[in-house]
Structures are given as structure tokens and as C-alpha cells.
């Protein structure tokens, strides 16, 4: 079983950043592919970045070069740093971890980007 605790998420203004984390609890987080996902309301849940255990990225083409997702694995941690950011960005953020069969979310964290 894998824990997933997300924290980082607030309110920011347009063209501001932030960073959020995602701990993981477990002693094999390091095999796991981390992602972030988004969730606005009224719509679905999109994946925004990924990485994979040997430190592959891949974004959605709506972040590309706005967001960096980042994995410490002595840390269990796995990040995303979230820069000139939108009201379109607006959305609860998920951590999520998947190795074979496994699967956890963590909780979410509320993002607002608003004037």
C-alpha cells in the first residue's frame, strides 16, 4: 500500500507560480511512474505531466514549458513546479503512482489562479 500526500496548492494570481509536492510513503517508490493529473469543475479528470522511474518526462501540451514535474527518490517525493500560470489552470491537482498492477491517488490539492 502507497500513501500519496499532496500539499503546495493555494491561490495565486496570473502569471504567478507555484510548486506543489507529493509524498509517498514506502520503501519502492523509486519503481513507481509519478504523474500529476487536474481536475476543473465540470470536467474531466487530465493527465498534466508524468515520470517515469528512470526519469522520462512527458507534459500536456497545455504546460509545456510553463510546468516541470521533478522526483527526488531519496525523498519519496515527486514534484511540480508550476510557473506563468493561468485562470485556465484552475483545478485540483492529483498525485498519482502506477507500477504494474498498482495504482494509488493521493487526496488533491485545490489550485486557483484568479485576480
Known sequence: QVQLVESGG?????GGSLRLSCAA?????RFYTMAWYRQ?????RELVASISNGGRT??????KGRF???????E???YLQMNSLKPEDTAVYYCNAKWVMYDYWGQGTQVTVSS
Open 10 to 14: 493555494g491561490l495565486v494570481q496570473p
Open 25 to 29: 510513503s514506502g520503501s519502492i517508490f
Open 40 to 44: 476543473a469543475p465540470g470536467k474531466q
Open 58 to 63: 512527458n507534459y500536456a501540451d497545455s504546460v
Open 68 to 74: 516541470t514535474i521533478s522526483r527526488d527518490n531519496a
Open 76 to 78: 519519496n517525493t515527486v
